[in-house]
């Protein structure tokens, strides 16, 4: 990072070429150049290192970066600064779907007032600067879509604004950290990276309205504190995560989740009876795992459901309610006189071996095992995993343009 006194310094250098090139608008950027705003000054710097570390901008997003008004930068947002209205600081970066390569430089940190840094559908690689760390005010950090590796960008669990954390459609990899879960955001995206650690135990701690964990490898439980987000979960995505073991029985606490996704996991088990009680939910996916016994009446008579897809599991029955349902997918189970169903011989030897809820360590016992019947359902999921960013509310600040003096 440079000093403040190199800063200085550049602005000095600046005017002078421009007064030099530029004669008869003289009065006017003398004034503007001489006296910089510092924080524009800083994000000067700062935007000219990124433009630096950007190796190629194919529809020329960065073709005007140059000069010292960044406020006219294509993607850079000015507002007033919060601390200091009569400052104009920049409160946003906004280059979604820019396709630029590169990297992010440490230099970016100098953008202590941002707000908002939307970056997706671009080729950035490398990992997110630690010193993100300084801004305080950063609000929603959206680096999805793009090539970014490495463990996972720990810098975020020191914002103390943040709300919004998308770095979903990545190559991270390695342990979420447990602390992710603590943090108080409202929406939390790291799908489709390569992250391989198990859920937290804390993971009900997090106060998030929709959490999308999919395509990941974590290899692990549902963890029975999940039902510790009650009040807040409206959309949970655990597609393809690598899931064990069987639900915890009171899953059902979850009543104001609308979009339940757990399909193409390893899940065991009966559903939870307790899962008629989430009065709100429209869209349950348990597809592709290896549940058994009877569908629960009481699921397919929920209010709001629309769309339950149970097929390729050994479920051995379904109440009539549930053929009845606007979207449902029964296909390869165990149910009697239903089309597409498994072999009796598959059946049969699939329950030959009763489900022991308590050998994934983490039911704390395990339920009786489902009633023995046999005779003889595909789907994918899901709404939020689509690579465009989810269309959150996102801060309100006047885009303007740097005062002239
Ligand atoms: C800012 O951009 C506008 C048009 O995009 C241009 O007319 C104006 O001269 C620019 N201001 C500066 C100081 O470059
Ligand atoms: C129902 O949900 C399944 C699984 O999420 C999905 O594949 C299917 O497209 C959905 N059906 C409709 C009509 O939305």
Redesign the pocket.
């Known amino acids: 990072m440079k000093s403040p006194s190199l800063n200085l310094a550049l602005w000095g250098m600046l005017c002078v070429i421009f007064l030099c090139s530029e004669p008869s608008q003289s009065i006017d950027i003398d004034i503007g150049l001489t006296i910089p705003n510092p924080r524009l000054s800083k994000a000067y710097t700062a935007l000219q290192a990124w433009k630096y570390a950007i190796t190629s901008d194919p529809n020329g997003f960065t073709s005007?970066w140059y000069?010292p008004?960044v406020c006219?930068y294509t993607g850079v947002y000015c507002a007033p600064a919060p601390d200091d209205p009569h400052s104009l600081t920049v409160a946003g970066i906004d280059l979604n779907h820019a396709n630029i390569a590169g990297t992010l430089p440490e230099e970016l940190g100098l953008l202590e007032d941002l707000a908002l840094f939307h970056l997706n559908s671009n080729r950035f690689c490398g990992t997110i600067p630690d010193s993100f760390r300084n801004m305080r005010l950063l609000f929603e950090l959206d680096v999805s879509t793009n090539q970014f590796s490495g463990c996972f960008p720990s810098v975020v669990l020191c914002l103390p604004s943040l709300k919004f954390l998308d770095i979903r459609f990545n190559q991270f990899e390695g342990d979420i950290p447990s602390a992710v879960f603590d943090l108080k955001l409202d929406a939390l995206f790291i799908n489709n990276n390569k992250f391989s650690s198990s859920l937290p135990k804390n993971i009900g701690n997090s106060p998030v309205s929709v959490l999308v964990l999919a395509n990941n490898n974590l290899n692990s439980c549902i963890p029975s504190s999940l039902t510790k987000m009650a009040g807040t979960l409206n959309e949970i995505i655990l597609l393809n995560t690598g899931l064990t073991g069987c639900f915890p029985q009171d899953i059902g606490l979850l009543n104001q989740v609308t979009v339940f996704d757990v399909g193409f996991n390893n899940l065991v088990g009966p559903l939870p009876e307790s899962m008629g009680n989430m009065k709100s939910l429209e869209q349950l996916n348990v597809a592709h795992n290896k549940l058994s016994g009877a569908i629960p009446e009481s699921i397919c008579r929920l209010p709001k459901l629309e769309n339950f897809t149970y097929s390729y599991n050994f479920f051995c029955s379904e109440p009539l309610t549930c053929l009845n349902l606007k979207d449902k997918d029964d296909r390869q189970n165990c149910i009697p006189n239903r089309p597409l169903q498994r072999s009796a011989m598959e059946c049969k030897s699939f329950y030959a071996h009763p489900v022991d809820c308590g050998a994934f360590g983490c039911s704390p016992r395990s339920p009786p095992p489902p009633p023995p019947s046999a005779s003889t359902a595909t789907t994918l999921s899901s709404t939020t995993l689509a690579p465009a960013p989810a269309p959150l509310p996102t801060v309100a600040f006047k885009a303007s343009?740097?005062p002239?003096a």
């Open positions: 005007n000069g008004d006219n343009k740097a002239k």
